[in-house]
């Protein structure tokens, strides 16, 4: 399953489907953000059966920001409906992401 290119109404959406929810929180002007989109990219690929995985903008969506506490990027929250399971933030080889992700949703 693609990446969704997240806003307040379709990651809501998102949220309100039966699937975890990893939030990608990046800005174009973050190196290391602009580092884990190919990475992120490769686990919605190889995972996108179970998981959904959405992509914000956080200059484009400073209600986000706000919403998950996103004080630095890249940071990446991980969600169920209205619950928030875990959240990390820092670039990442794919393995360590896979990890973080992996233990939040065990």
Not at 31 to 57: K, L, N, W
Not at 66 to 85: E, H, N, S, W
Request: net charge negative; aromatic share 8%; with cysteine.
């Amino acid at each position: 399953m693609p990446v969704l290119e997240a806003n307040s109404a379709t990651l809501q959406s998102a949220l309100e489907g039966e699937s975890p929810v990893i939030i990608q929180f990046w800005a174009e002007w973050c190196a290391p953000c602009r580092a884990m989109i190919p990475i992120v990219d490769q686990f919605a690929a190889e995972r996108g059966a179970s998981v959904t995985v959405a992509r914000v903008d956080v200059d484009a969506n400073p209600d986000l920001s706000l919403k998950y506490r996103v004080t630095a990027v890249p940071t990446f929250a991980i969600a169920q409906g209205d619950t928030m399971l875990s959240s990390f933030s820092g670039a990442m080889p794919l393995h360590a992401f896979a990890e973080r992700v992996d233990k939040a949703l065990s």
